[in-house]
C-alpha cells in the first residue's frame, strides 16, 4: 500500500533529480518507491476491473470476473 509520505518522498526525490542531483542511495530509494507505487496501481486496477458486471439486453448480469476468471496480472 502507497502512503501518502510514500507519494511525497518520490516528489521531493524527483524535485531534488532536476536541481543538484541525487545519491546512488536516492536513486535506489526512487526506484524503489516507483516499483511500489506501479504495483500498487496495477492491484488497485485488477480489483476494479474483477468487480464489472455487464447488464445483458435481455436483462441479466454478467459478472466478468466469474465469466473470464478476473485478472490476475496486468
Known amino acids: ?13 524527483y524535485h531534488k533529480s532536476q536541481g543538484p542531483g541525487l545519491s546512488t542511495e536516492e536513486k535506489e530509494e526512487q526506484q524503489m518507491l516507483r516499483r511500489a507505487y506501479i504495483e500498487a496501481i496495477r492491484a488497485n486496477m485488477r480489483a476494479n476491473l474483477n468487480n464489472i458486471s455487464i447488464q445483458e439486453a435481455d436483462g441479466s448480469v454478467t459478472d466478468l470476473e466469474k465469466k473470464f476468471g478476473g485478472i490476475k496480472d496486468i
Open 1 to 13: 500500500m502507497i502512503t501518502q509520505e510514500m507519494i511525497d518522498r518520490i516528489n521531493e526525490l
